[in-house]
């Protein structure tokens, strides 16, 4: 079992940054791929961004690609979401998952199915 805590979310203004950041009960070390994913209300979850631990490689939709950066943090067991030039569109409630095997490439950012821990997510709100 892994517990997944994500921190960070809150209210911005367009064009505003917002931080998240999902600390990890156990090693990242044996968590080879994290996905962020968001839920807009009334609609589907989607997968936003993806890190590959082992080849330090991410993955992005093309909705945040370019004002996301998904990342590794220096403190243990965390990583993080630093999302930029925010828009009333992105508001959603935002979930880190992870799953312990490396096969981690974009693909698995419509396969929501694939990770098995997940944390309890957080609110985003992007005002105009």
């Known amino acids: 079992q892994v517990d997944l805590v994500e921190s960070g979310g809150g209210s911005v203004q367009t064009g505003g940054s917002l931080r998240l950041s999902c600390a990890a009960s156990e090693f990242t070390t044996y968590i080879n791929c994290m996905g962020w994913f968001r839920q807009a209300p009334g609609k589907e979850r989607e997968g936003v961004a993806l890190?590959?631990?082992?080849?330090?490689?991410?993955y992005y939709s093309d909705s945040v690609r370019g004002r996301f950066t998904a990342s590794k943090t220096n403190a243990k067991n965390t990583a993080s979401l630093q999302m930029n030039a925010l828009s009333p569109g992105d508001t959603a409630k935002y979930y880190c998952a992870v799953k312990r095997d490396a096969w981690c490439y974009d693909e698995f950012l419509r396969k929501e199915s694939a990770f098995p821990y997940w944390g309890e997510g957080l609110e985003v709100t992007v005002s105009s």
């Open positions: 890190i590959q631990f082992g080849r330090d490689v991410t």
